[in-house]
Nanobody, 123 residues
Framework: QVQLVESGGGLVQTGGSLRLSCAAS????????MGWSRQAPGKERELVAA???????FYADSVKGRFTISRNNAKNTLYLQMNSLKPEDTAMYYC?????????????????WGQGTQVTVSS
């Protein structure tokens, strides 16, 4: 089993920045792709960023140029640097990991999920 614990969410004004962190523990050898998914009330879940174990990255169009995903495999940690935040970025953000895919661009491809950390951007 793999456990994912997110931190770093909070309340920020429009244009501000936040850095999310995700610490992975358990059977780390099972982790391949990792990413960040978000869900706002009344909206569909959206994979906003993903990183393969070898460094390939993916960003949703909605965050491209503003968010940066990075992972430290030695520390089993995933990060999401979020800049120029907008009210539409308000959502619960989940750290996700896949045991089957090295590069996963769809939320359904991830089989491990953290509890989530809330990000709220005020206008």
């Amino acid at each position: 089993q793999v456990q994912l614990v997110e931190s770093g969410g909070g309340l920020v004004q429009t244009g501000g920045s936040l850095r999310l962190s995700c610490a992975a523990s358990g059977t780390i050898i099972r982790i391949n792709a990792m990413g960040w998914s978000r869900q706002a009330p009344g909206k569909e879940r959206e994979l906003v960023a993903a990183a393969s174990s070898t460094g390939s990255t993916f960003y949703a169009d909605s965050v491209k140029g503003r968010f940066t995903i990075s992972r430290n495999n030695a520390k089993n940690t995933l990060y999401l640097q979020m800049n120029s935040l907008k009210p539409e970025d308000t959502a619960m953000y989940y750290c996700v990991a896949s045991s089957d895919y090295d590069y996963a661009l769809v939320s359904d491809q991830y089989d491990y999920w953290g509890q989530g950390t809330q990000v709220t951007v005020s206008s």
